[in-house]
Structure formats: C-alpha cells, structure tokens
C-alpha cells in the first residue's frame, strides 16, 4: 500500500516562519524624524491600498465562501428601485427643494434688513421682521413635510431592498447552500443589511437635501452678487480632483473593512460555539491570539479609510473654509467700488457660513452611501451566486429511482464518485454501508437531487431529480440528516414547510403520527404558540419530533437517511422509534449507516468503497458471497 | 496615550500580556464610565480638537463684523487685511485640527469597538464551557458586533458635546462683551429650546424605541433563517418565512415611518424655533444698532450667531439619544461581563500525578494507572456524565438566560423582567459555584481535583466529548493547534487515528484548509481528525467520549488497536460500548443508572454477567433467519 502520508515534509510548514498578521511595513517607524515619519505614513497609506486591491479583487471571485458584487450592480439596483418610485422620488425632491429654498430666503431678508439699519431706506424694520418670522414659518412648515416624504420614501425603499435580500437568500442553490460557509453570511445579513439600512434611510434622503440646499445656495448665492459669488465658488471647484479621487477609491477600502468585520465574527462565533474544547485542549490563549489577529487586520483596513477620509476632509476643509476670507476681502474691495452693498455682503458671508453644514453633512452622507454601497455590494454578491439548476417542467411518470453511471467531484478533478449504477426497487429499504469517506453521503446527496452529478443521471420517474421543480422534488424525495432546526414561528409555520398550503387537520395528523399532538395542544396558544430561538423552548425529544412531523406532511416516497438516528438520544430514542417507523412506514428508504443492524434488516446493501458500489445483495447473500461486506459484519460483531 | 486596536489584557491573562483592569459591571451607568475613563486622554483631546475646528465658527462671525466695523464701513484697509489674516489664521487652524478631530474620533471609536469584542473574547477564554450554560451564543455574539459599536458613538458624541458646550459659552461671551440683553438672549436661548424641544423628545423616543426592538426582530429572523437554510432549501418552507420575514419587514417599516414623522415634528419645531430666536435676536440688535448702542458690524455678527445656534442644539440632542442606547447596550454587555468563573483557586494547590489512580466516589468508577479502560452504558448520557466529571466540567443542565426578552414590555413590567431575569441567572451562578467549590468527588492519586488548580486538571485530564469540533484553519492547524508538534508527531497522531485519508483528500497537504466545523470532511473524517488532535495533545490521562460512533468497523478496529498501542502505560478511558474498542480494553466497566454495577475484563464479564452481554453482544441470536 502507498503511504498516504508521503508528501508530509513538503507541505509541513514550520510555524516559527508564519508571517506576522501584519506585515512590519504596516507598522509606524519607532523613532524618525517628522519627515521620515511622513513619507512612511504615505508608503504605508499606498500599502494598504493595494491590499485594499487584492481583497477586493479576491472577494468578487472568491476561491470558496460568498462573493461581492460589482459597482455596477450596486447602481442597477439602487436605479431599478428608484424608477419605480418616480412619482415618490420627485415629491421627495421638490418639498425637499421648497424647505431648502424658504431657508435661503431668511439670509437675504437678513441683508436686507442690515441695509435698512445701515442706511434708513428700504422696508421698515417691524414690516421685514414680520416678514422674517413667516419665512420661518414656511421654512417649519416645509421642513415637516420635507422631512415626512423622506421618511416614508427611505423606509419603503429600505424595506423593499431587504426583503428582496431576504428573497435571493431564500432562493440560493440548494448545493452552494449545503458547502458553504454560514458566518459570512449571518454578518452580511446582519451587519451588512444594518449598513445598507443607515444608508438607505437616512443616507439617501439626506445626501439628497444637502445637495439640493448647497446647489440652491449656490444659486442664491449667484443672484444675491455674481462678484461675491464667483471667487468663492471658484474656491469649491479646487476640491474636485480630491474628491473623484476618494470616490474612486473609497468602495474598496470600505469593502476590505466589511470582510474583516465578517472575519472578526466567524473567528468570534467560532470562539462561543467551542469554548468547551478551547478549554479542555488549553487553547483559549491560542483563541485570544487569533481574534487579537484579525482585529489587528481590520484595523489597518480601517486606517486605509481614515487616511482617504482625512485627505478628502483636508481638501474640502480648505476649499470651503477658505470661501469666508475670499468673500470678505473681495466684499471690502467690491463694496469700496461701489458694486455692492453691505446688505449683499452681509448675505454672502451668512450663506458661505450656512453652507459648512449641509456641505458637512453632504460629505458625511457621502462617505455614508460609500460605506453602504460596499455593504449592498456584499449583499448582491449573494444574488450572483449561479443557480444550479433549471426546473424542467415534465413531472415524472411513477415512483422509481435510478442512478446510472453517478459521477460526482468537490474538487475538479477529484471525482469521490466512480460511476455508480444503482436502481430502487419502489417500498425497498437499502442500506447503504462502507470505510468512511468513501462517498456514501455524497450519493445519498445525488439521489435526493441536492447536488447535480458530474456526469451519469439521477432519475425518478424518468426525469432528472435535478431538472425537477424544487416544490416537486421534496415531495418524491428527502434527505434526512442529523441537523435539525426549529424556526422562529408558530408550530404550525415550523411543520407545514414541505406543503405551505396544508390544513390544520394535516398539521394535526402530522403531530399525531409522530407523537407530539398531546404537547402541542397543551402549549399556551396551541398551533400558533411562536418557538424557536429567543421564544418558547422545545426540548431536543420535541425539536426532533417537530422535524419529523415535517417529513410526514412532506409525505415523499422515499427517504435518505444520513446516520439521522446515531445521534438521537437513546431515552428519546425510545419515543422516537415508534414515530420514525410510522414515518418509514410503505416508503422506499436508503439508510447510510455504520450501526450494520441496519444493514442486517435492509432488503439490500450496497457497499460503496472508494466511490463504486463493490458489492450490491442481502445481507445473507453478501455474507455468503464472502467479500468486503462479510468482513465488515465480522468485525462489527467480532 | 491609547491607540486602536487596544492592548486588553482583561479577564484573560493566558497570552502573557500585562493584565488591564476589569470592567465596572455594577450598572450600566458605571460601566460605560469605565469605559470612558479607560481612554479619557483621548476623548479629551479629541474635545479640544473639535473646538479648534469649530473655531471658524465660533469666531467668525466676531471676526466678520471687525472686518465690516473697522475695514470696509471704516474705510482702512490695514485694518481690513489685519482682520482677513485673522480670518485666515483660524480658517486654517480650524481645517487642520478638522483632520486630527477627525483621526481621534475614529480612534476613540474603534477603541470601544474592538476592546468590546477582545472583551468578549477573552471573557469566552477566561469562562470556557461555564458562559453557554448561562448567556446564549447570540446574545454574546451581538454584544461583540453591535452593541460595542453603540459605545463608539457615545465617545464621539460625548467629545462633539463637550466641544460645542464651550464654543456656545464662548459665543454667549463674546456677545456679552457687546451687549448684555443679546448676550443673555443667546445663553437663555439655548436651555429654552431644549426645554420646548423636550416634551416631543419622549413620544419620539418611546416611537423609537418600538422601531428598534422591531429592527432587533428583524435581524434575528433574518439570523434564523440563514442558520436554518439548509433546511428551508432541503425541505421547504421558503414561502412562509419569507413571507414571516416580509411582514415583520413591514411592521418595522411602520415603525420606522411612525418615529420617523416624530423626528419630523421635533426638525419642524427646531427650525421654528431657532427661527424665533433668531428674528428676537435681529429685532432686539436693530433696534440697539439704530439706538446706537450697536455698530452695524456687531449685527452681523450677531446674525451670524444666529445661525450658528442650530449646532449645538442638534448635538445635545444626539448626546441624549445616543446615551440611552448606550446605556440598554451597556445592560447587555454587563450581563456577559459580571460573570465570574465559578472556581476557586485552592490556596495551597496539590500538584496532580497523571501516573496515579483516578476514582470518581459518585459512580465508584475507577481507572487504574496505565490501563485502558473502556467505560460501557445502554444510556451513553450516563457515560458521559462521568467523563465530565472525571474532567472536572459542570454538567450541560442549564438554560441559558438571555438579555433580551422584554419584548414590549413598559415600565414596571420591564423592571419586573428584568429583575426576574436578573435572579434566574444568580441562580445558576450560585449553583456552579456550590459545585464547583466543594469537594468534587474525583481523586487522581487520592488527591481531589478540587485541591488541584484547574489548569493542572485540565493539562493532566484530557476529555475530549462528542461536541468537539474543528475550527477553520489547515490541517496542520487542526492537528497542532498548539503549534508544539514535530511533523513526525503529527503524522504519528495521524495514522493513530486513521485519518491519513484526510491529508491525502486535501491537494495541499498539511497546508490544505478546513471550513468552521469541519465542513468539507465526511463525518467519519471530522471525527477522525478531532481524534488525532486530542492523541497529539498527549495527556496523561485521556477521556474520549464516542470517539468513533462515525466510522466503520474496519477503521473503528484499526483505531481501537492503535490509540491502544499508542496509550500503553498511560490512563486511558473510553465511553463506547463497541466490542471493537472492549477487544483492546484493559479493564471494563458497565454502569447502570450511572453506577458501576460490573467490573473486569471484558472476556470474563461476557462469560457471567447477562446484563453486559446485553449491551455489548451486537451478534443476532436469530443469526442466519432474516426478520
Ligand atoms: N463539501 C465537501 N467539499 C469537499 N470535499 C468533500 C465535501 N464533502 C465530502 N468531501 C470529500 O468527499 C469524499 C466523500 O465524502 P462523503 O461525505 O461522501 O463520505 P462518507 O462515505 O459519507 O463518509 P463517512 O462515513 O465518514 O460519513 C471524502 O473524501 C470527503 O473528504
Ligand atoms: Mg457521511
């Protein structure tokens, strides 16, 4: 026999070599000047971004786990949900407009009004501050309408954007949903959805008033003084290039934050869910270490954001800050030349001072919808997982289940199934048996159509399982597995999964037949008592029962079984027993199991080693045949 | 002064870092001024960084109306230029120290941020298998990711509000320096429109508060469907939690839109209202500049200030928002935090022998030193029970109790909950604590374990149980998570346990990688692989639990002959009552009712005990006549 283990010294790694979870480089010098200190934070702000590069590039075609979604993907979506809200989306811009524009009324009224102090003429005082306090009135007014539209158009369009989340996560292929990893996924669903819902509530209708108010300031600006307006707007333009520059880099940066924060939470869910064998192998301190690690990591992701954050912050400061000086020295010169008077310079001043705050806020609502817009590209990434299969619409014609020539591999290349040719007889049982590893889980998946096989057919009735609508295919056949789950919802919600439509009377029946109808009707509000997580707690005996319930109203022909009875608890077991054969009772069932009393009691056994079925018979005809079977049952009983 | 991620060292002194203080748990309140005090340097310099910035505003209009008095209505243009520079000096201070306000807001932030979750993390390292008998995993879980993001907040607003106070009494003075009447009408101004605002405050706090616990239940739907997933694809039942989910989408968008109309009514009112301030203040300041008392350049100054108002009031509103979701986010980190470990260190430890007897007085089990003993039960919860106890781990009999639960509950009630909730877990404390400071029952060398420190039980008695999983990371991580092995250790660990299919599966080798629990490895595999790590661990005394209920006979025997091998000299227990494994036992042991009722050999105990035979014998007496 060849020594599985003869590549060991190649692939060994000495762990004294492992790089550090942050490369030096990403540390600050210790001791330097002020010069070298600078040109080190800029070597390591270029650092970081091409980390930032190759996250980003990794995770839109990640090697396993989930990926993300494009930018482009991010706009169609927010567009797609947009158009259909034209009507909402215009009311919403035009109230918001209205607030905006009364409330750049009031510095003029303002300037006016120093005109009247200064000089006697115009509007008398009493009449203008009259007119001031109904600007202001109109301005409350406004703002509360404005304010109301935002609202209820921000939460319709987060609400909508969450259930479609919700609806692509509950649509994922059954055979990604099976192998791949459910960490990243909770923190998508639950970090990711709480950004994007920042965003989209307060981001959006915000980033929208602010920019409206800058633009219609900028617009009063121009018609209060062109000369007063014109060197200072020309001082904003000098803030573009830095600006295009952060927007085109910040959805990386906030991305890479996103993954480590995904990263911070599986290393944590992994730390809480195994704290028993950190414990019992003396591994806390090896734990403490790794989560220190991946914060370690998120950080410089984090410091990657401040940087461009500061730089944008450095150059919009400069370019709106500096407005207040042009105005006044280009004001004392104008108004010396007589093109202005103090009334237009006092109202310049208050609108460049008026607009450092929605121009804050359009900065801060910017860096928002960035920061929300990398989490929804995180989300859509879910949707861009390709469907495995097509439902075909032939339905199949009888209930027998063939496998011809079954093919099937992880990993191109490295088939776990050689061509397995297996037919049930219908009401059959069949044990499947065989060394661990040798691919018997992986065909009980192809025979209950949970994953396509590379190449051959899984058939019943003549139609591949895989080509049949997923509603279809849970009612012919089911895969039984030691996981079980009980949702947050009522009984009735909990049993009723494979059938959604069936009657009270079915969910009843159900109970009955598994041996929980007594309890359930006893539980305060009978059928629509509300269990799961954080609700009413069922016992693992009734969590199994209610999972068993849900194969009965299923009601498929035949049944997978994947060592689903090994982990039962044997006082529960004696329950159950009864509840498992009234639920076996006249289906065909495949038991994978390594306890070979079942077996023993199977009409038939396949023995799979190495991916082929070797040996296919009864128990007495395989222990007379004197092979790989016989040997098994030898040691077993031995 | 402190920089992120934070050195923690609290809880948790395993790794060799200095230890930092605890945190105060002793109400939410104090808690989070623990929390603030942790990094008060550079909350306060952050402060005064936030004033710096705000200087533009704090001066300028000032500034301005110099400008105005003294350059252009006076006509002189070095007092112009001289009141530009001015201007420009603080224009630029104030862009500068926007950019370091900016930096150490993000610091204090991520401060709380990840010292909440190295928090969590070493309270799990500190606890072990203790905290899920008492704080659900969720609940733990969302104190590292949302909770501690609440703490951040608060930082940041404290040090805004802090800066926008002294700007605001810096305001108050400058226009006192001018005239009194204004000046009291912006320092009366302020409290009184807080004062106004404040009655909307608590109707929109109660519309707000609903909309959270709504968006709480969202997320942990959301939670409960990716975790049952496989399920919702497997067997169905996508269209009613997705429909589930859409209505309490929908609920919670009500909520939303309720709250939302709220905030709405308290903008309206705070535009309003700074509006009236701002026409008393121009009708007061016009009649003094035509009075006389007042130059035109103070007016506009004064309107300038005017509109500066608007700032400070929308912080100190934040500031009372955000300290009540920090102080429900402090509720549910106390609760994680306040736990303590239930032992106590012995003052004059006993060093453990693992070459010695090891006796458990509730069951009378005894394993002798250097044998393998394999420990048989019809109900294998018994066997386990005593392996916890030989390990010295409190049994899995608890409930957990959650923080969250006070699900529309008001006032009273919440308290009554509260309180309620409050006891049921000192209940459970107070149990581990009676079980673990007494006696444990379990003598190594005659020696109580009790009398021993726990890490030299821990490091002396191996147990590794059913619920022992993999972690993500490569193979040679699952084997050597230590990080001590030889190679030649490791493939040794290997073969023991049979899994050197496992290296062959994986293209890399040793590099190959794992998913969290395993995924990716047949069930036989995932075992075989938690197998070889406690083999590796290499303990005195190792209790395996099942350690092969996943694989087949053949490699079930291989196993069983080579752990046997492997062990030879060292105390072995196995919990099985596969003959495969009684072959190669030592000695046996048959609970019943989780008590010895049978000892010996295994041979010998087929041969004269009915009630082992039973157990243990797996050949059909019907042999040969199908059912
Ligand atoms: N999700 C997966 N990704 C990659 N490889 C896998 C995956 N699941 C199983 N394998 C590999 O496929 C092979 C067959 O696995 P399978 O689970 O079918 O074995 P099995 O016969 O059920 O074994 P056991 O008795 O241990 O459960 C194994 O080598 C295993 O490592
Ligand atoms: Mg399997």
Known sequence: MTDLLATSPDTWRDRALDPPAVPPELLPPADATPWERNRALWERHDLRRQRAEAVYEASRNPERGWPVSGNRAVLTFFRDLLSTRKGMFTALVVVNALAAATGLVVPRLLGELVNTTVDGGGLPLDTLALAIIGVVVLQAAFTFVAQRTSTVFGQDLLSTAREYIVRTILRLPLGAVESASTGDLVTRVTRDVGTMSRSVQYGLPMAIISLLTVVLSIGAMLLNSVVLAVPALLTFATSAPAVRRYLRRAPKGYITEGATYSRINTTLTETVEGARTLEALGLPGERVRAGDDDIEVSAQAERYGMTLRNVLFAALNFAFQTPRVVTLLVGAYAYSRGWVDLGQITAAVLYVEALGDPLDRLIGEVDRLQVGAASTSRLLGIAEVRPDREAGDRLPDGVDLVGTDLRFAYREGHDVLHGVDLRLGVGERLAIVGPSGSGKSTLGRLLSGINRPRTGSASVGGVELVDLPLEVLRTEVALVTQEHHVFIGSVRDNIVLAREDSDDDAVREALRAVGSLLWVERLPQGLDTVIGSGRYALTPAQAQQVALARLIIADPHTLVLDEATSLIDPRTARTLEGSMNNLLEGRTVVAIAHRLHTAHDADRIAVVIDGRIVELGSHHELVELDGEYAALWRAWTS | ?627
Request: proline share 5%; with cysteine.
């Open chain 2, 1 to 627: 002064m402190q920089d992120f991620p934070p050195r923690i060292a609290t809880f948790f002194t395993g790794t060799g870092d200095a230890p930092t203080p605890d945190p105060d748990t002793r109400s939410p309140a104090a808690f989070l001024r623990w929390m603030l005090r942790q990094q008060w340097q550079v909350i306060a310099l952050s402060s005064l960084a936030c004033l710096l910035w705000l200087m533009p505003l704090t001066f300028g209009p000032y500034i301005f109306g110099r400008a105005v008095d003294e350059g252009i209505l006076g006509g002189s243009t070095p007092h112009l230029l001289t009141w530009s520079a001015v201007m420009l000096g603080v224009v630029v201070v104030g862009g500068v120290f926007g950019v370091v306000f900016h930096t150490l807001v993000v610091r204090t932030w991520l401060i709380s941020l990840y010292g909440t979750t190295q928090m969590v993390t070493r309270k799990i390292a500190q606890m072990g298998h203790v905290l899920p008998r008492r704080s659900p995993t969720g609940e733990v879980l969302s104190v590292a990711s949302s909770d501690s993001d609440e703490f951040g907040a608060l930082t940041e607003v404290l040090a805004r509000s802090a800066a926008q106070l002294v700007s605001y009494l810096t305001v108050a003075a400058i226009v006192l320096s001018m005239s009194w009447e204004l000046g009291v009408l912006v320092l009366v101004a302020a409290p009184v429109l807080l004062g106004a605002a404040l009655p909307l405050l608590r109707p929109l706090h109660r519309r707000q508060q609903t909309e959270r616990s709504r968006n709480s239940e969202l997320t942990s739907m959301a939670t409960d469907i990716v975790a049952g997933l496989r399920i919702l694809r497997g067997i169905g039942g996508e269209e009613t939690f997705g429909r589930n989910y859409a209505a309490q989408s929908q609920a919670a968008r009500r909520a939303g839109v309720s709250s939302g109309i709220w905030q709405a009514v308290v903008e309206a009112v705070g535009v309003l209202l700074s509006g009236v301030f701002l026409v008393s203040l121009v009708w007061l300041g016009t009649r003094q500049v035509v009075a006389g008392e007042l130059t035109v350049g103070q007016l506009i100054s004064f309107l300038g200030y005017g509109l500066f108002m608007v700032g400070p009031i929308r912080t100190f509103f934040e500031l009372a928002q955000k300290s009540t979701r920090a102080l429900v986010s402090a509720r549910r980190a106390i609760a994680i935090f306040e736990q303590r470990p239930p032992w106590r260190e012995p003052d004059r430890p006993v060093p453990l022998d693992g070459t010695a007897e090891i006796v458990d007085d509730l069951s009378g089990f005894t394993a002798r030193p250097g044998l393998l003993t394999v420990v048989v039960s019809a109900v294998p919860e018994q066997s386990a029970a005593l392996a916890d106890r030989l390990g010295r781990y409190l049994p899995p009999d608890t409930d957990p109790v959650g923080e969250d639960e006070a699900e529309g509950l008001k006032g009273r009630a919440a308290r009554r909950a509260r309180a309620d909730r409050e006891r049921r877990r000192a209940r459970i404390a107070a149990r581990d604590e009676e079980a673990a400071t007494r006696e444990w029952g379990v003598r190594l060398g005659g020696v109580d374990l009790s009398a021993a420190r726990l890490d030299d039980v821990r490091r002396t008695v191996l147990v590794s149980d059913t619920g022992s999983g993999l972690f993500a990371g490569t193979l040679q991580d699952a084997v050597d998570p230590h990080g001590r092995l030889t190679r030649e250790q490791a493939e040794q660990a290997l073969r023991v346990a049979n899994a050197e299919d496992v290296y062959d599966a994986l293209p890399q080798g040793w590099q190959g990688q794992l998913d969290e629990r395993g995924r990716g490895l047949s069930g036989g595999q995932r075992q075989r692989v938690v197998l070889a790590r406690a083999l590796a661990v290499d303990a005195p005394v190792l209790v395996l639990v099942e350690p092969t209920s996943a694989v087949d006979a053949h490699t079930e025997a291989r196993i069983a002959a080579r752990v046997a091998d492997l062990r030879r000299g060292r105390t072995t227990v196995v919990c099985t009552v596969s003959p495969l494994w009684l072959h190669h036992a030592d000695r046996v042991a048959l609970l019943r009712d989780g008590v010895v009722v049978a000892e010996g050999e295994h041979a010998d105990l087929l041969e004269r005990d009915a009630a082992y035979r039973e157990v243990v014998v797996r050949a059909l007496e019907d042999e040969g006549v199908p059912q």
